[in-house]
Nanobody, 126 residues
């Protein structure tokens, strides 16, 4: 059974940092493109970053403060966030597309992904 489980969300003060985790099971993450999205209340879901064995992408939302990574041996992907702002408050999701696919130019479209996690809430206080 394919599953993505996010963790690491919570309440953080503005200026703080957070590391979100996405644990994959039922498939080998290394063969897939992994991405992070977020959705704030009343807003559309937006792509933050994507990573694969062939390419990596960052969206405008990343602002140089978000960094995606993955550890093959752990079958997990991560999103490190620095200098957090109240506008970063959202539910953060990880997603996977593949197998054997890179991020590509359409990575920001959530229709491109085969699997999604349930999301983890991140709240940034001012």
């Amino acid at each position: 059974q394919v599953q993505l489980v996010e963790s690491g969300g919570g309440l953080v003060q503005a200026g703080g940092s957070l590391r979100l985790s996405c644990a994959a099971s039922g498939f080998t993450l290394d063969n897939y493109a992994m991405a992070w999205f977020r959705q704030a209340p009343g807003k559309e879901r937006e792509g933050i970053a994507c990573i694969s064995t062939t390419d990596g992408k960052y969206g405008d939302a990343a602002e140089g403060r978000f960094f995606i990574s993955r550890v093959t041996m752990q079958n997990a992907a991560y999103l490190q966030i620095y200098n957090m702002k109240p506008e970063d408050t959202a539910v953060y999701y990880c997603a996977a597309r593949g197998p054997t696919m890179g991020c590509g130019p359409q990575w920001v479209s959530d229709n491109e992904y085969d699997y999604w996690g349930q999301g983890t809430q991140v709240t940034v206080s001012s």
